[in-house]
């Protein structure tokens, strides 16, 4: 038992490199997931319980944390996982705790009960206040390329004979 705990992580392989340009191995990348990732569950709080973005950020966190405290390899870790390298991980957690930030700031759910919102129809005018985004012109080969498909596919279907009959006579 002793000679387990102590060779154990001796005998872990050691990643060499991830592969990606830019994206450095971390040696410890468990204990960096786990501190990340306990940390987001902490500043998600501040994120009203009733919020989609709460839930879905809870939901995932704690079951990649789950799955970092039950094993001890990283191979281990980004297989149970399946989602990229331990390190791409660690970059993902850093970018959802500083989203969580600028959520938390931004506060898109503080939308207050008395506010409206200008419902417009599809028939109805369009107020002057109101962009109206519509494409510009397609190119002119656009519609010759159009009409000489449909050409062609209509002379194709009047090619084909119409009935099992008009086949068999001369």
Known sequence: ??????????????????????????????????????????????????????????????????????????????????????????????????LIGKMIEWDPWGVPDDYECEVIENDAPVPKHVPIHRPGPLPEEFYKTLQGISSDQTKLDEAKPTSIDSESKP
């Open 1 to 98: 038992m002793f000679l387990r705990a102590i060779a154990r992580p001796l005998m872990a392989r050691v990643k060499q490199t991830t592969g990606i340009v830019g994206l450095d191995v971390v040696p410890n990348a468990r204990e960096v997931l786990i501190e990340l990732y306990s940390k987001t569950l902490k500043e998600i709080q501040a994120v009203p319980d009733d919020e989609g973005y709460r839930k879905a950020v809870e939901s995932f966190t704690r079951q990649r944390l789950q799955v970092c405290r039950e094993e001890e390899d990283w191979e281990a870790i980004e297989k149970r996982l399946g989602c990229g390298q331990v390190e791409e991980l660690i970059e993902e957690a850093r970018d959802e705790l500083t």
